[in-house]
């Protein structure tokens, strides 16, 4: 069946330490997005790529990388400049059309320890 | 910018009644489209109903529909015949129908709904 994986589902990082998240999907959908829940909040943009080895920053892009070198995966990589890292991170596909619904993973709890 | 706003942090509904969550948005732009998204605490996200800005015609799907008034920039949500497994965070979400804006949802800040047996 086609989805959008996310992993690891709960990750632990030090002070100081780069991580990064992955989100693969085979739906063939050719934007994905990364967003950021936190309580209160809601779900804010981090970043966003509508075709392979383009991407564009979100709302809240400080701190964060990504990449886009294949049309399945879009990588999240939190750096050590993201001051506060603890969260909830979602990734989600669309297909190119602007009539394409999302389909989102189910999520990396992120916490720094 | 556009915005979305929720003002409902919570709302409860006693089983098998009707609730409304209430959502405005605030945009510039005349083509667009609206969602409801659920998230139960497994956190996987799931559409609820989608409304279309040039559609008249509120959005209907079984047990949930919607008031959309685009003048008034509102979009509110009706669930009837409350269910257990309708507790959940519900969230309010603005996408622009305009391809350079990179189809990114902007989302409001969630209403958690609990219901009572």
Known sequence: DGGITQSPKYLFRKEGQNVTLSCEQNLNHDAMYWYRQDPGQGLRLIYYSQIVNDFQKGDIAEGYSVSREKKESFPLTVTSAQKNPTAFYLCASRRGSTAGGYTFGSGTRLTVV | AQTVTQSQPEMSVQ????????????????????FWYKQPPSRQMILVIRQEAYKQQNATENRFSVNFQKAAKS??????????????????????????????????QGTELSVKP
Do not use: P
């Not at chain 2, 089983?15 to 667009?32: H, I, M, R």
């Not at chain 2, 979009?75 to 009837?80: E, T």
């Open chain 2, 15 to 34: 089983e098998a009644e009707t609730v409304t969550l209430s959502c405005t948005y605030d945009t510039s732009e005349s083509d667009y489209y609206l």
């Open chain 2, 75 to 108: 979009f509110s949500l009706k669930i009837s015949d409350s269910q257990l497994g309708d507790a959940a965070m519900y969230f309010c979400a603005y996408r622009s129908a305009i391809y350079n804006q990179g189809g990114k949802l902007i989302f409001g």
